[in-house]
């Protein structure tokens, strides 16, 4: 420190990137602006740009997000389904700059933890105090042939936009008396109770327009979330429509597809589906594992107060990319984390301690236009770690009511108003 | 055994054998910032069910989740959620969303169905529910610009006896036709 002289001081506290290398906090929480890089603009990076903003508008906030909209993944099975317009789950980002918040359009390539600093592909580089990695999910090479040629082959639509549009056309396209194969994805990935959900959205479009068709689900798990309910849903809107095959009836699923020939291939057995929804293992999103933020199993581990990496003081990750467990891969818990992320964001570039942190999660599934289900649960800190919160939350009741069941379609529609307006809003 | 003192020394030092810590509470808007994901930002919800809390006198709001959790208030979903938080917390929460300026909402009405909605307020919702539903300070919720249909299911679980909100508007709610409720509700939902 000593041998710092006043020119190279000047320097240091010009760039707040060097001042984070040589580590003066003192010097950045006295000199100006605090600065907060955003990589990735979905459910939570938007989320967490808002509400820092909202939290202190003296903080300089850029997102940094290659596309010009973001399409959600929740309710995008009701484009499928025929219910819904896609343009219905687009977003733009409008709303963040209203808030102050500065949105560029770049892929980040590189994230440099110790000089504090983000570059981009377009040549770009955004030094911060603290960077916020929100980067979602990218897929695993499990199944031999799905390569990008049979992703438009056979979509995974797990990333939703032209891919769900795609799904959509497919099914729009097929004849009736065709097959549709689901392949849901082994634990842990987004939107756990997603791809039975997509099954029950797919099988109501073919009953009522297909109705000699049928979804088979071929899926890497023996269990899966809501099962109980969806396993109702099935026998009670769809029997001897959608037919679920769980892993240990196949061998372990789906393993290998040939775009070619459209065939999807278990151990036991080739069909030649109409359509096929291949979903593959997941990971989380490139940037993580560039940046070095990933364990040996692809995802980033955090603390449970801050999400900060547990690899590398001064960024955080959210959302599905990182291991929040027991918080689920969901839209809701990317939102509620990203707020608890932004609150202690706040605290921690004004030299404060990061607060107590709350959470919630809630997943609405519509299996049919009047049959909603939700599974919820409050969380808390305990002993540093995420805790589920004992007593609350849980599933719809089996026995609920047909009457709380269209309440519950009403709610999910609330649910999705409420929670993109509190995003993109 | 250890003393009285001790005992409290050591549970506020958190060094109780086997004690898990759990951290100090969180902040009103920390909690309240987990319902807007349902119930909107700043608690103005966009609909079309899910009600807006802003604006709802503290007293109404606690009374509610204290409701939802006993299960003396029917509910799809809020039962499972009250149960994550404790009387204190809602309390928290419940300061957050009353300095909160209430919603108004535009939401499609019938002028017909409004005017006939307002006599039957005039007649028998009035005296508990004053100025057109408006004012949090009466303790009976806002009800001026609320999601038409919440306000809907509210009536019905009234009369249906899911929802205790006492004799006496049981007996009011018992009198109403379902026309009478529809015309309630475009009433309250037109309120600006």
């Known amino acids: 420190m000593k041998n710092i002289n006043r020119r190279s001081f000047i320097k240091a506290a010009g760039t707040v990137a060097a001042v984070g290398a040589v580590g003066f906090p003192s010097i950045a929480a006295a000199g100006g602006k605090k600065k907060v890089v955003i990589v990735g603009g979905g459910t939570a990076g938007a989320t967490a740009a808002k509400y820092i903003r909202r939290g202190d508008a003296s903080i300089e906030v850029t997102v940094i997000e290659p596309n010009k909209h973001y399409y959600t993944c929740y309710l995008s099975n009701e484009v499928l389904g025929g219910g819904r317009n896609i343009d219905s789950i687009k977003f733009g980002y409008d709303g963040l700059r209203k808030h102050g918040v500065t949105v560029v359009h770049d892929m980040v390539t590189a994230i440099d933890a110790k000089g504090h600093k983000v570059t981009t592909k377009g040549g770009k580089s955004f030094s911060y105090d603290r960077c916020i990695v929100a980067p979602g999910i990218s897929f695993r090479d499990n199944i031999e042939g799905y390569d990008a040629a049979a992703m438009e082959r056979f979509p995974h639509a797990w990333k939703a936009g032209s891919q769900t549009a795609l799904l959509r056309k497919q099914l729009e396209a097929m004849k009736d008396g065709g097959t549709v194969v689901i392949a849901p994805p082994p634990n842990p990935f987004r939107c756990p109770p997603g791809p039975y959900e997509r099954a029950c959205q797919i099988g109501h479009y073919l009953k009522t327009h297909k109705p000699k068709s049928k979804v088979i689900i071929l899926d890497k798990k023996d269990k899966f979330s809501k099962q109980g309910l969806f396993t109702q849903a099935f026998e009670r809107h769809y029997k001897g429509i959608i037919e679920w095959r769980k892993a240990a009836d196949t061998n372990g699923g789906v393993m290998r597809v040939d775009a070619k020939a459209g065939t999807v291939s278990t151990d036991f057995e080739d069909m030649k589906p109409a359509v096929a929804n291949i979903i593959p293992a997941q990971k989380a999103g490139a940037i993580a594992e560039t940046a070095g933020l990933t364990n040996d199993k692809g995802w980033c581990p955090v603390t449970g107060q801050t999400f900060e990496s547990t690899i590398h003081k001064d960024i955080h990750v959210v959302g599905d990319a990182a291991i929040a467990s027991p918080l689920p891969k969901s839209g809701y818990a990317a939102n509620s984390e990203a707020k608890v992320v932004a609150a202690a964001v706040v605290e921690l570039v004004n030299g404060r301690a990061a607060p107590t942190p709350s959470w919630v999660n809630t997943c609405y599934s519509i299996v049919a236009p009047n049959d909603g289900i939700s599974v919820a649960m409050v969380y808390n800190l305990v002993d540093g770690k995420v805790a589920k919160i004992k007593g609350s939350g849980g599933l719809t009741p089996a026995d609920s009511s047909p009457e709380d069941r269209a309440r519950e379609v009403q709610y999910a529609y609330s649910w999705f108003n409420n929670i993109t307006n509190d995003i993109f809003g | ?192």
Request: aromatic residues 6%; neutral net charge; proline residues 4%.
């Open chain 2, 1 to 192: 055994m250890p003393s009285r003192k001790t005992l409290t020394l050591l549970l506020a030092s958190g060094l109780m054998l086997g004690a898990t810590h759990v951290a100090a509470a969180p902040t009103g808007s920390m909690l309240a910032d987990t319902c807007a994901g349902c119930h909107g930002t700043d608690g103005v919800s966009v609909g079309p069910a899910s009600p807006s809390l802003a604006g709802l006198s503290e007293t109404y709001f606690t009374d509610t989740m204290k409701a939802f959790k006993s299960g003396d208030r029917k509910s799809t979903i809020m039962q499972r959620i009250a149960k994550g938080y404790s009387d204190e917390e809602y309390a928290l929460m419940a300061a957050v969303f009353a300095k909160l300026p209430a919603a108004s909402t535009k939401q499609k009405t019938d002028p017909a169905k409004v005017a006939a909605g307002q006599a039957l307020h005039d007649k028998n919702c009035a005296k508990c529910h004053d100025e057109n539903g408006s004012l949090p300070d009466d303790d009976a919720g806002i009800l001026a610009s609320q999601w038409a249909t919440y306000l809907k299911y509210s009536l019905m679980d009234v009369k249906s006896g899911a929802r205790d909100t006492g004799k006496k508007m049981k007996k009011k709610v018992d009198a109403l036709s379902e026309a009478d409720i529809d015309a309630l509700v475009h009433f309250y939902a037109s309120q600006q």
